[in-house]
């Protein structure tokens, strides 16, 4: 099993920038993972925000973030960032990383995804 444990999350101005961070650890492998960020505003479902393959060149984005949030993978260091920019006040939420040893394509549903971390609070003030 997959621990991931995320870092990075804050207070933040509408138009302001976070970079959030999940490292990974007990796994060998790591370059075998499709990695995603999901969030989870209060009182809504979560849901998938982007996800990346193991190649660290193919990439999933939802449409609210897409062109302003940006994925990106070491697999030495077992860790995979998330660049956002021009934050909203609907991107307030907790992000979580997830971990999904698939092949051959980027899944959004969550119930592909076995491995979760805790999730970091990001909060967007208007």
């Known amino acids: 099993q997959v621990q991931l444990v995320e870092s990075g999350g804050g207070l933040v101005q509408a138009g302001g920038s976070l970079r959030l961070s999940c490292a990974a650890s007990?796994?060998?492998?790591?370059?075998?993972?499709?990695m995603a960020w999901f969030r989870q505003a209060s009182g809504k479902e979560r849901e998938f925000t982007v996800a990346?393959?193991?190649?660290?060149?193919?990439?999933e984005y939802a449409d609210s973030v897409k062109g302003r949030f940006s994925i990106s993978r070491h697999n030495a260091k077992k860790t995979v960032y998330l660049q956002m920019n021009s934050l909203k006040p609907e991107d307030t939420a907790v992000y979580y990383c997830?971990?999904?040893?698939?092949?051959?394509?980027?899944?959004?549903?969550?119930?592909?995804?076995?491995?979760w971390g805790q999730g970091t609070q990001v909060t967007v003030s208007s």
């Open positions: 997830a971990a999904a040893r698939i092949r051959g394509r980027l899944p959004r549903s969550k119930s592909d995804y076995l491995d």
């Open positions: 007990g796994v060998t492998f790591f370059s075998n993972y499709v």
């Open positions: 990346m393959n193991s190649d660290g060149v193919t990439t």
